[in-house]
Antibody, heavy 120, light 109 residues
Framework: QVQLQESGGGVVQPGGSLRLSCSAS????????MHWVRQAPGKGLEWVAF????????YYADSVKGRVTISRDNSKNTLFLQMRSLSSEDTAVYYC?????????????WGQGTLVTVSS | QSALTQPRSVSGSPGQSVTISCTGA?????????VAWYQQHPGKAPELLIY???KRPSGVPDRFSGSKSGSTATLTISGLQTEDEAHYFC?????????FGGGTKLTVL
């Protein structure tokens, strides 16, 4: 079955950087686009970025554009999110999610999330 | 990219039907077939209920259904059960960006 496991979260100081990883298994990783979605404590879902199956196209939310880079390593079945210039507004649980099908980019299968806390 | 508009809360009794609306614009909900709905219980990851407006992933009960008219999408939950009490989020999954609604808290009375 599809399994996604995020890692790399933790406490980081304002202005700092962090790299999140998402390890995938149970499906052909190189065939599916992937999302990062975040959720601030007590708030709703906020899309961060998605990347198509081969990494050739990447799209970002306006709120993170220029500070965040999504990437993937299909040889290692791993998705990444590099975050820079972090502020308290970036404090959230970060989820990776797989496109529901190869043709539909709705986030279908989700990991359990990793918490990023930006605090001094 | 403004969040899609959902009611903050809805409620219903067991066995009843409830609907949750999701209003956007012609540039998102109204312009694409890629509308999805998610259920989220406290402390858990979201789970996909509906995608492409009205398709259900395997394992999702047919009590959950989706529709769209113009720039408003609707999630209908029939035969309400106590375990349906959760937050529900809509999503417009366009070709170059994804937009979520603010979320609706469903209370089963």
């Amino acid at each position: 079955q599809v399994q996604l496991q995020e890692s790399g979260g933790g406490v980081v100081q304002p202005g700092g950087s962090l790299r999140l990883s998402c390890s995938a298994s149970g499906f052909t990783f190189s065939s599916f686009g992937m999302h990062w979605v975040r959720q601030a404590p007590g708030k709703g879902l906020e899309w961060v970025a998605f990347i198509v199956y081969d990494g050739s196209k990447k799209y970002y939310a306006d709120s993170v554009k220029g500070r965040v880079t999504i990437s993937r390593d299909n040889s290692k079945n791993t998705l990444f999110l590099q975050m820079r210039s972090l502020s308290s507004e970036d404090t959230a649980v970060y989820y990776c999610a797989r496109f529901i099908t190869v043709l539909s980019n709705a986030p279908g299968h989700w990991g359990q999330g990793t918490l990023v806390t930006v605090s001094s | 990219q403004s969040a899609l508009t959902q009611p903050r809360s809805v409620s219903g009794s067991p066995g009843q039907s409830v609907t949750i609306s999701c209003t956007g614009a012609s540039s998102d909900v109204g312009g694409f077939k890629s509308v999805a709905w998610y259920q989220q219980h406290p402390g858990k990851a979201p789970e996909l209920l509906i995608y492409d407006v009205n398709k259900r992933p395997s394992g999702v009960p047919d009590r959950f259904s989706g529709s769209k008219s113009g720039s408003t999408a609707t999630l209908t939950i029939s035969g309400l059960q106590t375990e349906d009490e959760a937050h529900y989020f809509c999503c417009s999954c366009a070709a170059t960006y994804t937009l979520f609604g603010g979320g609706t808290k469903l209370t089963v009375l």
